[in-house]
């Protein structure tokens, strides 16, 4: 693992905006296609809006990129909740991507239909790669969640499925959401993570003992990818480092 700390939130989204474009800019010297999962949450807000200008805009080769989403809230897609909307309005719509290799968790259907047509499109996608993505983008909530793997909720527990939607009561609402197994086997995994708000949360993640069920964050260990932590002073507050 490791961790990169940036100043402040707006040093973090620069830092990691470089970082992820000379990333890209690598992996494509061996392959054609770069495989991308975006996050939800308000963190990366404004990363998405840096790399949808200069110079990122005219530095990655955009129509090579394919897009999947970490996790959905099924509320449609026009409602501001909706993951896949925010990506759009900062990113996808200012830069020239394929639309056809856009691949939002659809809410216009049952969540668990979605969830297994995901499964199925991820399963096409990656049947002939060793890994999965080639970067997984995630943030982590207060309470140690990341992805919709909530503490206390069964799909923290999820050992084969790729793809899982339920009912979160807390929110009174459904989630789609990637499970911890094929984010495992991604080639690169980065957490986004500002403020002091996350600082003792953070702390029990990367320094605390293994307890998955109150840390679901705690779950993402790529098994031969690489796992970054990208995250500002503020929440790197109580680490010992
Ligand atoms: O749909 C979601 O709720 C997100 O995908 C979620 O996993 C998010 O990444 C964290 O909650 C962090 O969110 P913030 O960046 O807003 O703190």
């Known amino acids: 693992m490791e961790l990169h700390i940036a100043k402040d939130p707006a040093q973090l ?26 996050s939800g949450g308000s963190t990366p807000k404004q990363l998405y809006a840096l790399l949808a200008k200069a110079p990122y805009n005219q530095m990655i080769p955009w129509e090579k990129l394919h897009f999947f989403w970490g996790d959905e809230r099924a509320v449609p897609f026009t409602d501001e909740r909706n993951n ?51 970067l997984v983008l995630l943030g982590m909530g207060d309470d140690g969640h990341t ?14 499925d790729w793809v899982k939607a339920f009912f979160l009561p807390a929110q009174d609402m459904y989630r789609i959401t990637l499970t911890a197994p094929v984010v495992n086997n991604a080639a690169c995994v980065v957490f986004l993570t500002t403020g002091a708000a996350k600082a003792m949360t953070l702390k029990n993640v990367i320094e605390g003992t293994f307890d998955a069920e109150k840390y679901p964050s705690q779950l993402i260990r790529p098994e031969d990818g690489e796992l970054h932590w990208f995250v500002d002073e503020a929440a790197a507050a109580a680490m010992e480092l």
């Open 13 to 38: 989204s620069e830092n990691v905006a470089a970082w992820i474009s000379n990333y890209i800019l690598e992996v494509l010297q061996d392959q054609e296609r770069f495989t991308f999962v975006l």
């Open 147 to 160: 992805l919709s793997l909530f503490p206390g909720t069964a799909v923290v527990h999820e050992k084969k």
């Open 84 to 134: 896949a909307r925010m990506a759009f309005d900062e990113l996808l719509n200012k830069v020239n991507v394929n639309p056809e290799h856009i691949h939002v968790m659809r809410t216009d259907i049952e969540p668990e239909a979605s969830a297994a047509e995901y499964a199925q499109l991820l399963q096409s996608y990656f049947s002939e790669e060793e890994n999965t993505f080639d």
